[in-house]
């Protein structure tokens, strides 16, 4: 019999289900369970799932059961429900790059990165909106899906182009996402809905798989990074650990060893703010909360800088 589980759990960080997933506290099909209810309920207001297949979930969640029934090893993200940008490809389900060319196209494989997340045990259960091509907008809206509000407001923003990703995440409708950055795909959006986010450096994970144009995904893409979005710091670590590698055909040439922290405490750190710029007016709610931040920053002994270089941001957009 499953056990009928709280909203509140949605909300746990990803390393606390699977923690909880394998001391039998609950199931992983529990989990999924409760993720299917919630898309269910909340996903059509928000719309921010676009393609799901809990059909296949259910298995993968099943078969994590099993083996930790059997007292088999599983991997670290065993038994957390995901979703994974609609930009990347992902085997057996519909994955479109929110483009109309296609609206109709299945990869037959995984790219290297999903398959890192399965191997680790993670449960994949649809994908998420993104614009057309992932274009280059702070927003996330195409032909195909519509748009996706924000769960904190449905009259507001999700950012782009992993607004999907970063609205299922904060709306307790995915325990963790799989998204793609190049000038902040994975970063606005989780500013825009309150999640944690990381563009890795390029290169760290692989990033084969990534629907940017009919016939694209075979090799990979200039500037473009796959990066985590997930509801703690923490979480950001985990999903780094499984997602770190090189693609399948470079693993025999090379391998990836990421350097301890050069610096351990905030005191260590020099952090610039960049709050007055022309082309971006700050509202003064906010920007009061901003320079709360800095302050707290300060005050833990880190060198808090306003200077910036000498390139405004209208000149940027230019370049």
Known sequence: MRAVLSDDVAFWPTRRQVRAIHTGEF???????????????????VNAIVTLDLDR?????????????????????????????DAIAVGGMRSTGGAVELQ???PADDAPAVAS???????????????????????THNELFGTTNNPWNPGRSVGGSSGGSAAAVAAGMSSCDLGTDIGGSVRIPSHYCGTYALKP?????????????????????????????????????????????????????WRVALPAPRRSRLGDYRIGTWFDEPDLPVAAAYRAVLERAAEALRAAGAQVDASHPNVGFREQLDL
């Open 57 to 85: 979930a259910s298995r993968d969640a099943a078969v994590i059961d099993e083996r930790l029934a059997r007292g088999e090893p599983v991997g670290p993200l065993a038994g957390a429900p995901m979703t994974i940008k």
């Open 27 to 45: 199931s992983a099909g529990d989990l999924l369970q409760l993720y299917a209810a919630r898309i269910e309920r909340l996903n059509p207001a």
């Open 104 to 106: 109709d196209h299945v």
């Open 117 to 139: 997340l399965r191997s680790a045990g993670a449960v994949i259960v649809g994908k998420t909106n993104v614009p057309r091509w992932c274009n280059a907008e702070t927003e």
């Open 201 to 253: 450096s390029f290169g760290v994970v692989p990033q084969l798989g990534y629907l940017s144009h009919v016939g694209a995904g075979r090799v990979g893409a200039d500037m473009n990074v796959f990066g985590p979005i997930t509801r703690s710091a923490d979480d950001l670590a985990l999903l780094l650990d499984v997602l770190v590698g090189p693609a399948p055909e470079d693993a025999h040439a």
